[in-house]
């Protein structure tokens, strides 16, 4: 499994961003994603969840209500659109998958630099 993350920049507080997490090497349908993300000093944290047909979702409460997960199985693709963006979201973004129950995953993708100013 390969994943591609992308679509990080900068934004000013209350901005949105759209990130995107493309998935190859595999069947994409039959694995759930999640986005984690890992501040400056700080240590990488679950950010959102889906299941593999896209019908579940979990979130952070951090983001609950400002971010949304989805997926487009046919282009092998997840998406996080983050609104309301805050300077506490400030981060290195990770798609994932293969997840396991220590929080943890098989696969990651590089990640992409989210920037908030206040």
């Known amino acids: 499994v390969q994943l591609q993350a992308f679509g990080g920049g900068s934004v000013q507080a209350g901005g949105s961003l759209r990130l995107s997490c493309a998935f190859s090497g595999r069947t994409f349908s039959m694995y759930p994603m999640a986005w984690f993300r890992q501040a400056p000093g700080k240590e990488r944290e679950f950010v959102a969840y889906?299941?593999?047909?896209?019908?579940?979702?979990n979130y952070a409460d951090s983001v609950r209500g400002r971010f949304t997960i989805s997926r487009d199985n046919a282009q092998s693709t997840t998406y996080l659109q983050m609104n309301s963006l805050k300077p506490e979201d400030t981060a290195v973004y990770y798609c994932?998958?293969?997840?396991?129950?220590?929080?943890?995953?098989?696969?990651w993708g590089q990640g992409t630099l989210v920037t908030v100013s206040s």
């Open positions: 994932a998958t293969g997840l396991k129950s220590d929080g943890g995953a098989d696969y």
């Open positions: 889906i299941n593999w047909g896209g019908s579940s979702t």
